[in-house]
């Protein structure tokens, strides 16, 4: 019998539960890998790190803020590849991973907002300021927010697609201007810790190594984010494939009768 | 300092309650296409056996 290729194909493009046993395992390896380095970190960030002798007990916070920042421009760094691979060879794998990025990174860069006013109200007595950190990372998100925004609301995904790669590949330069805002104006946010603006030994060993661990549990913790969204994104357009096939095989009917 | 608490436990409040709804819902939604590609690949199927029957 005569396989019907395209009503096989969405299920073959659909989610990582759909992709076999391989899959799976990988899947529920990451998921559990991750439980435990979230777990261990809870432990490292209550437990273990001493409290900052000037800022007490609220600067904990620091431990999940710096990393959340970091993987927001890990993410839009993504979504800038994505969008120039997607722009030269329009290929739609790199689109999805974009788009995907891009709403991940929105998430994240939702929570470095959040999480630094909650951080500034008793340490600097307002949940807000204009400072030049806070400024553009408000910007970041208002661009990655906009680069949704036009793919939801454009008249056809293609279109959609190809505006936002513009915008996230432009977006991106925002990302360096973040980083070293604080270096650039005078600035009441606190330097960076890492990278490359970052003064050695600014951190104590035991605050450095809770710090890194984060960095790494955050990012596998984007990881998985990202492996579902990219699932979802690859169901979405499985069914919007099976939904076109289906119109077309109803107007063929019609058409033969 | 430890009258802080209260913005610490805010902080990584907010953060997991965001994740997990943020999962919740894309697993939802994951789940919710995978029914309805699966009625659209039955729909498909039937169409394509119902000629076939007829002759």
Redesign the interface.
Known sequence: MER?GP?RA??RA??G??TGARGWMWREGLLVLTGLMVLADLYLVFMWVP?DAT????Q??FY??VP?AWVAFLAFFLVFLGSVIHLVRGSRRWDRLAQSAAEVGV?FT??VL??GA??A??VWGVWWTWDPRLTTTLILWFIYAGYLMVRAYSPSPAQGARYAAALGIVGFVDVPIVYFSVQWWRAIHPAPVVGPASEPGSLAPAMLITLVFSLVTFTL?FVV?LK??L??KA??E??GE??E??RR??TD?RS?R | ??D??S??F???T??WL??FA??FF??R??RE??R??RA??R???E??R??ADGR
């Open positions: 019907t009503s969405p299920w659909s989610s539960t759909a409290t800022l007490g007990i609220v904990r916070i999940f803020h959340l998430l939702t929570l959040v999480t909650i951080w109200r008793p913790f984010l579902e969204r699932a979802l169901t979405e499985a069914l099976a939904r096939l289906a095989s109803t009917t033969s | 300092m430890n802080n608490l913005y610490l805010a902080a990584y907010v953060i965001a994740f943020y999962l894309v697993s939604r994951q296409l995978e309805e590609l659209v690949q729909t498909l199927e169409s394509k119902r000629p």
